[in-house]
Structure formats: C-alpha cells, structure tokens
C-alpha cells in the first residue's frame, strides 16, 4: 500500500483570494513546490482535494478549474516541484444556481469520500497518510478518512488576515494550547471532541518537516 499526503488547494498550495480561478491571481507562495518536492521524493503519493463551490454558484466553469489546475501544476514543475498523482474537485454546492452542481453531494468536504476515491484508485493506505488544509473542515475530512490531519493555521492572502475563528470555522469547543511531546519540543495543537488534537503550524515547509518526522 501507498503513503500519501493529501493537500487542500486554496491557501496551501496557492494564494486563497477568494473563489480563486483565474491564472492572472495564481499565487504559488515560497516553498511550496520545494515542500512539495522533498514529499515525493520520500515516497508519498501527492494528492490535490479541494471543494470549488464556485462552480455551483456560477462563479466559474469547470473548464476554468481545469485551466487553473493546469497553470497550477505548470508553475510548481517550472519551480522545480513534481506533478501530482492526482486532483480531486468538489464542484457541488446546495444552494448553487447551476445545475447538475446545485446539490447537497457527498464529496464536499468535510466528507471523507474524495479522499476514499483516491485511496481507492491509487492503493494508498490513509492510516499511514495525511491530510493538510487551512480550514476545520479539511480536519474533520481528514479524520473521517482515517489519515492524520494537519492544519496550518497562517497561510498566505489577504482573506486570512480576518478573525481566526469565522476564517477556520472552528467548532465551538476547539482550543489551542501548547504542548509538549516526547522529545521536550514545544507544538501548538487545535483541540476538539470531534477530532481530538491535531497538530498546528504556520507553512507547508514546516508541516513536511513534521510529516518526515513522523514518518521516516
Ligand atoms: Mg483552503
Ligand atoms: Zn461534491
């Protein structure tokens, strides 16, 4: 079986403006197709899994994900990244106009099942993977598909500057404190019944440092 990482898109690997699907706003921040990079070539399987209701809401057509997709992937291999094993879309949202997108699906995260379709197609095993996004919801996603969730809680764009808790939707009962692991290291972990503690850093790099720690 395959060991994977599951990356959400906005605010990880490129700039979250918002509904972000035109080239001319594509933003891939330092480090990202290094982090990227260094992630491969240790043996994980890289795997996109991102929700774009804006398709539903008529905002922009599949064909415009498509095009940023592959603009997307063209600038991380100019910038010495690797090409991902595959991208997973939500195009879905229920109260979207445009139909057949305009449903209440089963793939939208924080449903486990666009992970579950890549696991299924590329005999990746989540228990040994993990799932980084910049929203609870990509917590949750990653823990109902059984991988380890990262969240990093300062990626780059101008929507993030916003207050945390609206931004990362965080459940009521989540709390951040610092803890200290084995190694007498100090970690920020974000708590909450639902998921338990899950760890918390302020970039790619740093979560992949983790990761190959974790996971040698
Ligand atoms: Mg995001
Ligand atoms: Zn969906």
Not at 70 to 90: H, N, S
Not at 160 to 169: A, D, I, M, N
């Amino acid at each position: 079986m395959n060991r994977a990482v599951f990356l959400d898109r906005d605010g990880i690997l490129n700039v979250d403006r918002g509904y972000t699907f035109r080239i001319s706003d594509l933003l891939v921040p330092d480090g990202v197709p290094e982090s990227l990079a260094r992630l491969k070539s240790n043996g994980f399987k890289l795997v996109v899994i991102t929700n774009q209701s804006g398709v539903a809401r008529g905002k922009f057509s599949m064909a415009d994900v498509s095009d940023f997709h592959d603009a997307l992937q063209a600038e991380i291999v100019r910038r010495g990244g690797p090409v991902f094993d595959l991208i997973k879309i939500c195009p879905h949202h229920p109260d979207g106009q445009v139909i057949p997108f305009n449903v209440a699906c089963q793939c939208r995260k924080p449903g486990p099942q666009l992970i579950e379709e890549a696991c299924s197609a590329l005999a990746i095993d989540p228990g040994i993977s993990f799932m980084v996004g910049d929203k609870w919801s990509d917590v949750l996603c990653g823990v109902r598909a059984g991988t380890t969730p990262i969240l990093v809680l300062e990626p780059q764009g101008p929507s993030h500057k916003s207050s945390r808790g609206l931004r990362y939707e965080l459940p009521d009962d989540a709390r951040f404190e610092t803890v200290v692991d084995s190694s007498g290291r100090k970690i920020t972990v974000a708590s909450s019944t639902g998921t338990g503690a899950v760890e918390v850093y302020s970039s790619l790099s740093s979560v992949v440092s983790r990761i190959l720690e974790l996971s040698p």
